[in-house]
């Protein structure tokens, strides 16, 4: 049997599965492993004999048995609780003859079986996303395959020779998405090319068409978000992730730092007037006003 401890007040509490009967009599099976659902409403069990049990945590009863006949099932994994609805829930479980299995717990039926191995399956798991499925067996393969279609696309040999005994899997970590790259024609000189992007340094890079060089380089605290040049003045409007707005004057080379807005300013727009700007950030836009010096 199995033996869950809870701590109670004042107090070890323990909850006991059980007793496994065994398949025409005779000594009771060893179970292998018992894990709980995502939901923690049920857990489920496998042992030697074959059988997959799903048991309800709230009354310690069986409610669910898979049972293949003539192997042994030595592990199981649940599939994440992000996938679909929670009663759509799925197990996972690797036997002995290599094989795995893919049982529907709300339906009470095996959806797939498939042979991604030729040794005792030792270890399986799904990824985050439910999509996938990995398995290592007894010989130190790996295994990735797609419940959805029953295929294997990889087959990972690195442990080869050392059984698997545990495959554990996290979510994605993705990197930082880059700033954008920015470009805007200069008004009051329409030979020059303004740019602010992604690099090594944060800053905005004055081009000259006619010279096809870098003529003038704009340091900024951040890497920029939005842009705009006002078309009567040599204005140029920048907005940044940190919630900040940046002024410059290109004529004298003067800034101005303005703070208004609680998420990144993704958009700023000068009137062609250059008396009013426009900022935008997540779900507010603010009006400005361009005070003449």
């Known amino acids: 049997m199995l033996w869950f401890v809870q ?10 599965l059980g007793p496994f009967p065994c398949p025409g009599g005779g000594q009771h099976p060893q179970p292998s492993h018992g894990f709980p659902s995502p939901g923690e409403s049920h857990c489920a069990t496998c042992s030697e004999d074959g059988s997959v049990r799903v048991w309800s945590l709230a009354s310690m009863e069986l ?15 649940w599939s994440p609780a992000c996938c679909g609805h929670p009663k759509q829930q799925r197990l996972a479980a690797g036997y002995g003859d290599g094989s795995l299995r ?19 399956l030792t ?7 439910g999509q996938t499925v990995l398995s290592g067996d007894k010989d130190g393969l790996v295994a990735v395959s797609r419940p959805c279609t029953g295929m294997t696309f990889r087959v990972l040999s690195d442990h080869q020779g050392a059984p698997i ?9 993705t990197r930082g998405q880059l700033p954008p790259s920015l470009a805007a024609f200069c008004p009051w000189d329409g030979a020059l090319l303004m740019y602010v992007g992604p690099g090594v340094y944060k800053e905005v890079i004055i ?13 900024l605290p951040f890497f920029a978000t939005s842009l705009s040049l006002s078309l009567g003045t040599r204005l140029l409007a920048v907005g940044f992730a940190e919630c900040m707005l940046r002024l410059v004057d290109c004529a004298t080379g003067t800034t101005q730092d303005f703070a208004g807005h609680d998420s990144a300013v993704h958009l700023c727009r000068f009137t062609p007037s250059t008396r009013l700007l426009f900022t935008a950030a ?12």
């Open 165 to 173: 005994s545990t495959i554990d899997v996290t979510h994605k970590k």
């Open 282 to 293: 997540h779900n507010e836009i603010l009006v400005w006003e361009v005070a003449s010096c």
């Open 123 to 129: 270890a399986v798991a799904f990824s985050t996303d």
């Open 63 to 77: 409610v669910i048995q898979f049972q293949v006949l003539n192997q042994s099932c030595l592990c199981l994994a």
């Open 7 to 16: 701590p109670g007040p004042g107090s070890w509490n323990r909850k006991c």
């Open 102 to 120: 893919i049982f529907s717990v709300s339906r009470t039926a095996m959806e797939l079986k498939m042979r991604p191995h030729t040794a005792v």
């Open 207 to 219: 081009y000259n068409l006619c010279q096809k060089q870098v003529v003038e380089k704009i340091p």
